[in-house]
């Protein structure tokens, strides 16, 4: 019973009735005009807004994407700038190094130059010195020894004079 009374519903069920197909076509073409009229109309418009919501987002977002490409190129040149500074002071700084370094090296072989040439002229003027000295001693001996030989009064002054131009005369006769 429960079995026919299943099949009796599902025959009726796909059977097809004229009039229901009707009114069921009148109500959904009512419904359609109605949704068109009220609520059509504000779902485009949200959609429209929506799109043009999202077209300006992605307008923006382009622009940004170009603002910050331009930046980092700006910025990219800017680092290049920075580094060929850094490379020009780096270069500037080492040619300076080096200049200054010639320049010290320069000073102090000039300065050994000046100290070996006074140390030379001191050692000659205390040469000359030793000489005048030697010259004075070994006149003062030949005059003792020439008193003693000779055994005369003579001057000791004028004896040193003699004994030194006989000295002078033998370094002229050397030189």
């Known amino acids: 019973m429960l079995t026919s009374g299943v099949v009796l519903l599902a025959g009726s069920l796909l059977t097809p009735n004229p009039g229901l197909i009707f009114w069921t076509a009148v109500t959904f073409v009512i419904v359609l005009v109605i949704l068109r009229k009220v609520a059509w109309g504000p779902i485009i418009s949200a959609l429209e807004e929506r799109e043009k919501g999202i077209q300006s987002s992605i307008d923006r ?3 940004a994407k170009e603002e910050s490409e331009a930046i980092l190129r700006k910025n990219r040149e800017l680092l290049s700038k920075a580094d060929a500074d850094a490379d020009r002071i780096i270069r500037e700084g080492k040619e300076y190094a080096e200049k200054l ?32 000295v030697l010259r004075n001693e070994v006149a003062d001996l030949a005059v003792k020894g020439a008193e003693k030989i000779i055994r005369t009064a003579l001057d000791a002054d004028l004896q040193k004079k003699i004994v030194n131009s006989m000295i002078q005369d033998l370094s002229s006769k050397r030189n």
């Open 61 to 63: 977002a382009h622009q």
């Open 101 to 132: 370094r010639a320049e010290i090296t320069e000073k102090a072989q000039e300065e050994s130059k000046k100290m070996i040439a006074a140390a030379v002229d001191s050692i000659d003027q205390e040469k000359r010195r030793a000489l005048d």
